[in-house]
């Protein structure tokens, strides 16, 4: 993200966020091959890297692309992931999870060329078999790309808040 963002314009704004609903809509409800088709670009980088809890002292930079990551995805790894979830042979989504995505503190901002920078938080409150709950709170920046009448994700960097996390597994898509 740029120091001079460009907010979109209202009417932009709300079309990002239609997108962002119309995206939880298709991952809550398990569509997941018609969230990869329609809403992904195929040249997306799908991106959680680790990042440490350090002192304020301790200037070591971020963690970048070439370093370990829970996903570091491209559009091939993220179709594997979405057609092993229709295998059956995920036992860890056997049952499915029930997840609910809360998506808030949208912001938006011009980046040329047809494409956006976004900014939002994510709360996503995951309940697995009958007692298992599980809440995940994260930060993302996207990059959005006008697509026909909508967008398409081509940059997504999720930041997980917690450094440890009690979850099983983060098999799952936000």
Known sequence: MSSEQIPVTPDVHYAVEAHYRAEVRLLQTGQYREWLHGMVAEDIHYWMPIYEQRFARDR???PTPDDAAIYNDDFGELKQRVERLYSGQVWMEDPPSKIRYFV???????AGNGELDVLSNILVYRNRRQTEVTVHTLGREDKLRRDGNGFKVFRRKLILDARVTQDKNLYFFC
């Open 104 to 110: 808030s503190n949208v912001e938006a901002f011009e």
């Open 60 to 62: 070591r930079p971020d």
